[in-house]
């Protein structure tokens, strides 16, 4: 299968459809990730905070895939830049994933009671010039939290990765990111399964003999977005890849653009603290 690559503003190139790992047990991590590995997938989403880089990491070696064929995303946690250890904490992610250099490293969010996350990207663009990750980007940045870091920092993220599904499509970040050259991710991009029994959603399933969830994962692709949608089911993982092979037509993708219902299922981020 040959997975779409999206150009990104430093001149790197990322796969737009991979695999997220957000609630996937530590023990099962390797698992799962292989599974991933076998059926196709080249781009691994994971983060500190989800306690499964080793995993990760163990899935990646015994793959015997060589490096420069995988796209690799962790995240910086909060708390971690909140206490000033940005880059020990990228070199703690490394240690853990067994890599030397991660593809994209993203602020997890930029939990905005105060400003820490400016000096957090300025150790991130460091973290970049020294190799230990290709490109660095944020996620969950409003619009006004894009606009501080373009004004402090001397690097234009690459990425924003944000909550983006049929049922919340955050128009405006997408169009604020857009206008500075910032690509968007999809993150719960399934919305966790909340959409797959709208109609919109069921009709174009059922229009090409596909999953609702494939039906989805199209829409994103076709919308140009790129996306990590996360199982743990060895056919789940296998038919949310096998999306290659069929198109929805405009009509189908705008009624899904019509499921927009301000359906947010994570923390908005202009009120999320965490520490
Ligand atoms: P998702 O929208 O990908 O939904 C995953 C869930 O949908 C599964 O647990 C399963 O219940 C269901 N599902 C998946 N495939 C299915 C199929 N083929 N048929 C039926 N049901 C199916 O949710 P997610 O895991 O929240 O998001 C994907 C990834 O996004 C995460 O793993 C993580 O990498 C990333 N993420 C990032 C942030 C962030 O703050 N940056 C937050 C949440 C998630």
Redesign the pocket.
Request: proline share 6%.
């Given at each position: 299968t040959a997975v779409p690559t999206i150009a990104l503003n430093d001149g790197t190139e990322i796969p737009q459809l991979g695999f997220?790992?957000?609630?996937v047990p530590a023990d099962d991590a390797a698992d799962v990730v292989a599974e991933a590995l076998k059926v196709g997938y080249r781009h691994i989403?994971?983060a500190a905070v989800y306690g499964n880089e080793e995993g990760v990491g163990r899935a990646i070696a015994n793959s015997g895939i060589p490096r420069e064929e995988l796209y690799v995303t962790t995240?910086l946690w909060v708390g971690d830049f909140k206490a000033g250890r940005t880059k020990e904490a990228l070199r703690t992610s490394l240690q853990k994933l067994g890599l030397d250099y991660v593809d994209l490293y993203l602020i997890?969010?930029p939990s905005p009671a105060d400003e820490a996350y400016l000096d957090a990207w300025k150790a991130m663009e460091e973290l970049q010039a020294e190799g230990l990750t290709r490109s660095i980007g944020v996620?969950?940045f409003l619009p006004e939290h894009l606009d501080r870091v373009l004004e402090a920092g001397t690097i234009v993220p690459a990425i924003n990765?944000v909550?983006i599904?049929p049922a919340l499509q955050q128009r405006s970040i997408q169009e604020a990111d857009e206008k500075h050259g910032i690509k968007t991710q999809a993150?719960?991009?399934?919305?966790?399964?909340a959409v797959?029994e709208d109609e919109p959603v069921v009709a174009a399933a059922q229009a090409h003999g596909v999953?609702p969830?494939q039906a989805v994962i199209r829409w994103h692709l076709q919308r140009g977005r790129i996306l990590?949608?996360?199982?743990v089911t060895p056919e789940?993982i296998a038919?949310?890849f096998d999306v290659f092979g069929f198109e929805l037509s405009e009509a189908e993708l705008s009624a899904i653009d019509s499921l927009e219902r301000d359906g947010r299922s994570?923390p908005n981020p202009a009120e999320f603290n965490p520490s």
């Open positions: 997220g790992v957000w609630q989403d994971t995240k997890h969010w996620s969950n990765q909550e599904h993150w719960s991009p399934l919305a966790q399964g797959f999953s969830a990590f949608p996360k199982s789940r038919s949310n994570g």
